[in-house]
């Protein structure tokens, strides 16, 4: 391979061609706005900057948040503390440090949307707002909003989700969390460095219809959105048959970060995985064995194993998490509930906010710890009394 060109400079698209150009591969980015405030929380777990140390030492603008409020309909809101803090970044902030990381690599960067692509005999052409360039082979990271259709995710309405959002002026030291009456997704106020982003996702509700749940949300909160920057995106979130049948590479390409899908289907991060399928696709490419088509199905296996099959379980247990009834409640005003009154519950949560509790292991760990939990609420509720020693889990 002479030069790959990298369609895309979001976290995917820099993060690729870092890699590829720190191993000497010539590489060029094209993103048609370069560093911009992408619409987007901007949260990083404990799991992203665990793995890339990077993301927290650098003099980049950002929040280090310890504590997350959750609340959800006929619950009251329960403080978690967290034991690993969430990053937040401005998008703008993020973006740049990522290009300009790729281009200290040796990545070419440049400022154009790439319009179509041709195969030719040996690679491709790429036609540009600013030319056209002959490559080798291409990485797909164009993000949610995809144009190139037949390259990447074939997302459908059912595989993605709304979300839209506010920058408004403010500041507040916790992260909150509201969960909505018959919702497949949530509310976020995150604080950022100068502004608090707030916003909505949601699965199979009209647009509107989750910016009026946000509004209303807002009004009853105090907080003023005239005048605030309104931002909205898709969010892909794909069902589990979508997983099955994901496309991730093809002839002569590979697809990462939004642009193949890989967004956790409940909590909607998907920082992380643009910037891990960004390093498994460099790591596939760079890979001494085989062929091209070997090295494809290298990044099929390693995409896999590394954090797809569980994101596809995460896509079975979303509508349960949203939508499901547990002890007579609806399981968000359940899940607040326990977080308030359940160490165990807690120490989960906490896990679960830092990226280190796997969907697949979930089941158990709930059911392994359900008696404890239960026993600790009951004590909390003041049930001491009945229950007898022998009870104590
Ligand atoms: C409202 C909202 C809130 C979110 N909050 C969080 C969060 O808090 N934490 C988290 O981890 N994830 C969050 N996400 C998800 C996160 O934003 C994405 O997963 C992440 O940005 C994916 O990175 P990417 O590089 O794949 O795509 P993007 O960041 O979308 O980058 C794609 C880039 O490609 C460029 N581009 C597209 N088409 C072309 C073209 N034809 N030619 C040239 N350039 C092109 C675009 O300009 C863009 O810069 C949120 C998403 C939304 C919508």
Redesign the pocket.
Known sequence: MKLVAI???????AFTAERLAAAGLSTVV????LA?E???????TYKAYHTYPFLLENSTPKKLVTETILSAPHAKAATLCLAEPLLIYS?KDL?RMMLERAERAGARIEK????DLERTASGWRLRTSGGTLDADFVVI????????REFGTQLTANDSMS???YYVAGDQPQIDIQFLPRLEGYIWV?PRCGHLSI?I?GKGEPAASLRKRLENYMAQRGISWKGAAF?S???PSLEASAWKKNRVAGDGWLA????AGL?DPIT???????LRSADLAAKALLSELGGIADKLQTYRRLLRRDFAADLEFGSRLAKRVFLGRFLFGSVPARMVQFTRRSSRFRSLMQDLFAGTQPYLGLKERLLRNLNGSLYEIAMSLGFSRVLPGKARP
């Open positions: 369609l895309g400079g979001g976290p995917a698209g094209f993103d048609e706005k911009w992408k619409p987007c929380g901007g949260g990083l998008r973006n154009a949307r790439v319009l990271a164009t993000g949610a909003r995809n144009s190139l979300a839209m959002g995150f916003g996702c931002y995106h898709l969010l990462v970060g939004d642009a967004v909607g991060e998907g920082i992380y995985y643009a």
